[in-house]
């Protein structure tokens, strides 16, 4: 179990919980906190492929945090078992089956949870994967994600402009809790339409899908964001595509329309508004500015330069999760 102390929704309260209800179900979970970033990658993909014990190694990882600590959790599975780029061989480590994620969301946004789940209380969903018939649970094969320059996973997604712009803001609001921090970082930058918007050229799959000054541009798996912004409503977890909307900067007058549409995922048929899909994805800073980026609600260090570009491609199936049996949509 990978604890994110640093996560943004009481992340070592929700672990104690987690931790009583695994003992009493009989299991003895062994303890990560991590201290800094990237931290948990090396862990896990450690204890996943030379398990200390000499067993077969955890038959589960839990990933308690946010988003982006689901990301490194997932990171490190892949690079455990194999199913990661130059990881060596894919499939099982030394004839040892790969270990299974379940999400713990204590962290701002939960999307990832959300995306797996719904709004199932954890400790309902962790008791379906516990018990004897998984009961309400099932495990799926998940598509990752692959920032290239970066060699690093994308779980959730990733976007370039106004969300970013949104997790910067909420950064600078702790004393707001949960998913309200994003909501209201958002609400207040759109008060200022003047200073959004951003230069880009997006390629899906090496063709070109836009080009010009968009509000934002997001790319995954996740249908939410945020835990609230619904921007990828078409979107599935494991059909190995990523889906892809990008929209362009509306007038002032159409943000408020605009905004309660992305909320409800009902924006597809608005007119500043284009959908994709693709295997690759590649964000070009076309301007004479930086392009703000950020990936799983972490943003990418440092701004991308005028003429740079970042690359995202998809890894199918590389990821045994637990979710909710029906699943939620996507």
Not at 102 to 112: A, I, M, Q, R
Request: proline share 7%.
């Amino acid at each position: 179990m990978v604890v994110n102390p640093a996560a943004g929704g009481s992340p070592l309260a929700v672990a104690g919980k987690v931790a009583e209800q695994l003992v009493c179900e009989g299991f003895a979970p062994r303890l990560l906190t991590t201290a800094h970033r990237g931290e948990a990658v090396g862990a896990v993909s450690e204890a996943v492929a030379n398990d200390p014990e000499g067993g077969r190694g955890p038959a589960l990882v839990l990933a308690v945090g946010g988003d982006g600590t689901v990301r490194e959790v997932v990171e490190g599975i892949a690079r455990g078992t194999g199913n990661w780029p130059g990881a060596g061989r894919a499939g099982q480590p030394h004839g040892r089956q790969a270990p299974a994620l379940f999400v713990v969301p204590g962290g701002t946004g939960n999307s990832f949870y959300r995306a797996l789940f719904a709004d199932v209380p954890v400790k309902d969903a962790l008791g379906m994967v516990l018990g004897p018939e998984h009961s309400g649970a099932r495990l799926r094969r998940l598509d990752l994600g692959r920032l290239v320059e970066l060699d690093q996973a994308v779980v959730l997604g990733a976007s370039a402009g106004f969300l970013a712009s949104v997790l910067d803001a909420a950064q600078r609001t702790p004393e707001v809790l949960g998913r309200r921090r994003y909501e209201q970082a958002a609400l207040e930058l759109i008060g200022h339409p003047d200073d959004l918007g951003t230069d880009v050229r997006v390629l899906v799959d090496d063709e070109l899908l836009v080009t010009g000054r968009l509000l934002l541009v997001a790319l995954g798996g996740a249908r939410h964001r945020g835990g609230s912004f619904e921007l990828l409503p078409g979107s599935v977890l494991d059909d190995g595509l990523f889906d892809v909307c990008a929209i362009g900067m509306p007038s002032p007058a159409r943000f408020g329309e605009l905004f309660e549409a992305v909320a409800g995922g009902c924006h597809l048929g608005e007119p500043e508004v284009i959908y994709a899909r693709g295997r690759k994805v590649v964000i070009v800073a076309a301007g004479d500015e930086a392009v703000p980026v950020e990936y799983d609600g972490d943003l990418m260090a440092g701004a991308l330069p005028p003429g740079r570009s970042v690359t995202f491609e998809v890894i199918g199936g590389a990821l045994a999760a637990w979710a909710g049996d029906p699943p939620p949509a996507g």
